[in-house]
């Protein structure tokens, strides 16, 4: 069945620093979204990608979706303590009803 | 955004007992709705996709009898923990699917504890 491959796991970084978790389907995707979830929060949806090769930006945040649309990655510029959360990528599949979630990346950021 | 309620957002109950929470989308219709579990530190586990005026669809392994979900209207689905076990303690959380858009907007979450 479909898998979405998520990683690191696990992201410790200085204040400053950039960061970059990656996404990786093992088929095609439709779309593919980006949550986030602060600790002892729940996951709020931060955006959504479709077109093979798209790239949007959300202030400090830029998201990439493949050209072959099986891979994405979500990049944060300059971490701020307010970036820290865990980050879910989640893929749906090309004529599916499914949305599958990575297992996320937890990201620490140090003051 | 769109907003989704769940109530409640911590429950404990007795071993034996069954438990029910509610999912309401407040400003938006939906006709999907997700219940997911996520354990301490973990990603979302779906448990069952909820599809209104039909059966819900659920995840191999879990079991149907035991997580009866009902989505009788557009805005609110349940989902009612049947004869609760320890084993059962978790972190229930139910998404809001927007159509043609697919994104989810979750719940806020339940926690729930059998003692």
């Known amino acids: 069945g479909q898998q979405v491959m998520q990683i690191p796991q696990y992201q410790h970084v200085q204040e400053g620093e950039d960061f970059t978790t990656y996404c990786n389907s093992s088929t095609t995707l439709s779309n593919i979204q980006w949550y986030k979830q602060r600790p002892g929060g729940h996951p709020v949806f931060l955006i959504q990608?479709?077109?093979?090769?798209e790239v949007k930006k959300q202030k400090r945040l830029t998201f990439q979706f493949g050209e072959a649309k099986k891979n994405s990655s979500l990049h944060i510029t300059a971490t701020q303590t307010t970036d820290v959360g865990t980050y879910f990528c989640?893929?749906?599949?090309?004529?599916?009803?499914?949305?599958?979630f990575g297992a996320g990346t937890r990201l620490f950021v140090k003051a | 955004g769109a907003v989704v309620s769940q109530h409640p957002s911590r429950v404990i109950c007795k071993s034996g007992t069954s438990v029910k929470i509610e999912c309401r989308s407040l400003?938006?219709?939906?006709?999907?709705m997700f219940w997911y579990r996520q354990f301490p530190k973990q990603s979302l586990m779906l448990m069952a996709t909820s599809n209104e005026g039909s059966k819900a669809t659920y995840e191999q392994g879990v079991e149907k009898d035991k997580f009866l979900i009902n989505h009788a209207s557009l805005t609110l689905s349940t989902l009612t923990v049947t004869s609760a076990h320890p084993e059962d303690s978790s972190f229930y959380i139910c998404s809001a699917e927007k159509a043609i858009s697919y994104e989810q907007y979750f719940g806020p979450g339940t926690r729930l504890t059998v003692t």
């Open positions: 990608l479709v077109k093979s090769g």
């Open positions: 989640a893929g749906r599949n090309t004529g599916g009803f499914k949305t599958i």
């Open positions: 400003d938006f219709q939906a006709t999907t």
